[in-house]
Nanobody, 114 residues
Framework: IQLVESGGGLVEPGGSLNLSCVAH????????MNWYRQAPGLQRELVAR???????TLANSVKGRFTISRDNAKNTVYLQMNGLKPEDTAVYYC?????????WGQGTQVTVSS
């Protein structure tokens, strides 16, 4: 399983970014997909989840601002981030679990700063 994220960058507070994660070598439609983030000095935290059936879960800190979605035809999961705040600054990782094994992408840096 290979996960490749893209879409990070530098954005001003209140701005938007759309992260993408393309999955390779899996039957993508069968997998629950997750977005995690890790800020310097902090533990990695779950930001958003979308199940194979399309049910979504968001961390309280991002509800109303972030949206997770998937396109099974493109083997891609997205994280649309609106209303970004400086505290959203982190490396964002795509993740999935299969047979109790965690698979991670390389991460994409999101920096929110004026």
């Amino acid at each position: 399983i290979q996960l490749v994220e893209s879409g990070g960058g530098l954005v001003e507070p209140g701005g938007s970014l759309n992260l993408s994660c393309v999955a390779h070598r899996i039957v993508f439609s069968l997998y629950t997909m997750n977005w995690y983030r890790q800020a310097p000095g902090l533990q990695r935290e779950l930001v958003a989840r979308i199940t194979d059936g399309g049910t979504t879960t968001l961390a309280n800190s991002v509800k109303g601002r972030f949206t997770i979605s998937r396109d099974n035809a493109k083997n891609t999961v997205y994280l649309q981030m609106n209303g970004l705040k400086p505290e959203d600054t982190a490396v964002y990782y795509c993740n999935t679990v299969w047979h109790y094994e965690h698979y991670w992408g390389q991460g994409t840096q999101v920096t929110v700063s004026s």
